[in-house]
């Protein structure tokens, strides 16, 4: 098993930047692929960003590319989402993820799943 914490959510003016943080514990963690998703209510929820157990491959969807920048730091079991000008549609509840499949674009390649963190961003 393996836990997964997000933290880091919050408002934020359009422009702004928020950087999330997902804490995780149980099982060996530099070895999972990472995502973030988010979701909306009544939308799916969606990829965001992964990166690979080796902290080198990494893999955005467009819409945040050159915006977002995910990293992982394997001595604290810690995946960030650093999140620069962002847009009012940018607001949703972001996930931390954990599978075994790079990039990992789908949902269903996750097996573990973090509790959600509110990002709002106001105009």
């Known amino acids: 098993q393996v836990q997964l914490v997000e933290s880091g959510g919050g408002l934020v003016q359009a422009g702004g930047s928020l950087r999330l943080s997902c804490a995780a514990s149980?099982?060996?963690?530099?070895?999972?692929?990472m995502g973030w998703f988010r979701q909306v209510p009544g939308k799916e929820r969606e990829f965001v960003a992964a990166?690979?157990?080796?902290?080198?491959?990494?893999d955005y969807v467009d819409f945040v590319k050159g915006r977002f920048t995910i990293s992982r730091d394997s001595a604290d079991n810690t995946v960030y989402l650093q999140m620069n000008s962002l847009k009012p549609e940018d607001t949703a509840v972001y996930y931390c993820?954990?599978?075994?499949?790079?990039?990992?674009?789908?949902?269903?390649?996750?097996?573990?799943w973090g509790q959600g963190t509110q990002v709002t961003v106001s105009s």
């Open positions: 993820a954990a599978g075994g499949v790079y990039p990992g674009r789908f949902i269903y390649e996750y097996d573990y």
């Open positions: 149980g099982r060996t963690f530099s070895r999972y692929v």
């Open positions: 990166v690979h157990w080796n902290g080198i491959s990494i």
